[in-house]
């Protein structure tokens, strides 16, 4: 699997949009763009995933570089309830298992 | 309502006393996971089992033990041998016969040897 690095922290107010980056520069053609969250003492919880286009869900947009090198998670409406960490992760489809990094720790201020 | 279920959320335990943290799930999934996150760090994987009556070590696989012996059902044993227990413990889901690598997660285990 591809390494990915992220910001450790990063600060945003409510009702904004959260803009997280992931680098992902060794990346190959085979690998996706997997991003979850986990809310303090939860489970972490898929958000989205892309292997080469944009991606839009209810939770989230995905937005993957063209030369796939690296990709940002949009958040449009940040909410007080997006405060959580953030990881972003490469990995080829039906692979066995996740490799969860330090993720990104988003905090959305009042 | 579909799911994963880990009981209980927090556990108490005597250094040398072995120890099973309970994963059940809903959601016919026949792939099962266990993951350790220690603080501020990510999760790392212990076990995962693909199939009933198989599975395989994660990374960080010594000083604990599994059994698949249902497919709803992946319990964990923290055994003595493991050096540093305390930590949160979280169970995962998934469909193998999707490519997709969506995990289901429990709502985790938080075991504390003292």
């Known amino acids: 699997d591809a390494k990915t690095t992220q910001p450790p922290s990063m600060d945003c107010a409510e009702g904004r949009a959260a803009n997280l980056p992931c680098n992902h520069s060794?990346?190959?053609?085979?690998?996706?763009v997997y991003w979850y969250r986990q809310i303090h003492s939860q489970g972490p919880q898929y958000i989205i995933h892309?292997?080469?286009n944009n991606e839009t869900n209810e939770m989230a947009s995905l937005i993957i570089t063209e030369d796939r090198k690296s990709s940002t998670l949009i958040l449009p409406h940040a909410t007080l309830r997006d405060t959580a960490v953030y990881y972003c992760?490469?990995?080829?489809?039906?692979?066995?298992?996740?490799?969860f990094g330090q993720g990104t720790r988003l905090t959305i201020n009042p | 309502d579909g799911g994963i279920t880990q009981s209980p959320k927090y556990l108490f335990r005597k250094e040398g006393q072995n120890v099973t943290l309970s994963c059940e799930q809903n959601?016919?999934?026949?792939?099962m996971y266990w993951y350790r996150q220690d603080p501020g760090q990510g999760l790392r994987l212990i076990y995962y089992s693909q199939i009933v009556n198989d599975f395989q070590k994660g990374d960080i696989a010594e000083g604990y033990s599994v059994s698949r012996e249902k497919k709803e059902s992946f319990p964990l044993t923290v055994t003595s041998a493991q050096k540093n227990p305390t930590a949160f413990y979280l169970c995962?889901?998934?469909?193998?016969?999707?490519?997709?690598?969506?995990?289901?997660f429990g709502p985790g285990t938080r075991l504390t040897v003292l």
């Open positions: 992760i490469a990995i080829i489809q039906g692979a066995q298992k996740l490799v």
């Open positions: 959601l016919n999934h026949d792939a």
């Open positions: 892309g292997l080469k």
């Open positions: 060794t990346i190959s053609g085979n690998e996706y």
């Open positions: 995962a889901s998934r469909s193998s016969g999707s490519h997709h690598n969506e995990q289901f």
